[in-house]
Nanobody, 115 residues
């Protein structure tokens, strides 16, 4: 079992910044992909950004240039630096961890951007 603990969500004004963190613990693998997804009511959960243990990144076009995903040296913690936040970024953000056949999710953290 892999446990994911998220932090950093909150309320911010448009144009502001937040930094999300997700720490993975338990039966982690050195080869994995971690990322952030977001979901709003009535909307499908969508990928925001992901990063592999090798450092390859993937961003949704809507956040490219504003958000930056990174990992620590142990590759068990993922960060999402969110700059120039917009009201449309408001959502519940979920940390995701993929390794081999396994797929784990955090409980989600609320990000609210006011206009």
């Amino acid at each position: 079992q892999v446990r994911l603990v998220e932090s950093g969500g909150g309320l911010v004004q448009a144009g502001g910044s937040l930094r999300l963190s997700c720490a993975a613990s338990g039966s982690t693998s050195s080869i994995n992909t971690m990322g952030w997804y977001r979901q709003t009511p009535g909307k499908q959960r969508e990928l925001v950004a992901s990063i592999s243990s090798g450092g390859s990144t993937d961003y949704d076009d809507s956040v490219k240039g504003r958000f930056t995903i990174s990992r620590d040296n142990a590759e068990n913690t993922v960060y999402l630096q969110m700059n120039s936040l917009k009201p449309e970024d408001t959502a519940v953000y979920f940390c995701n961890y993929k390794a081999w056949f396994y797929n784990y999710w955090g409980q989600g953290t609320q990000v609210t951007v006011s206009s």
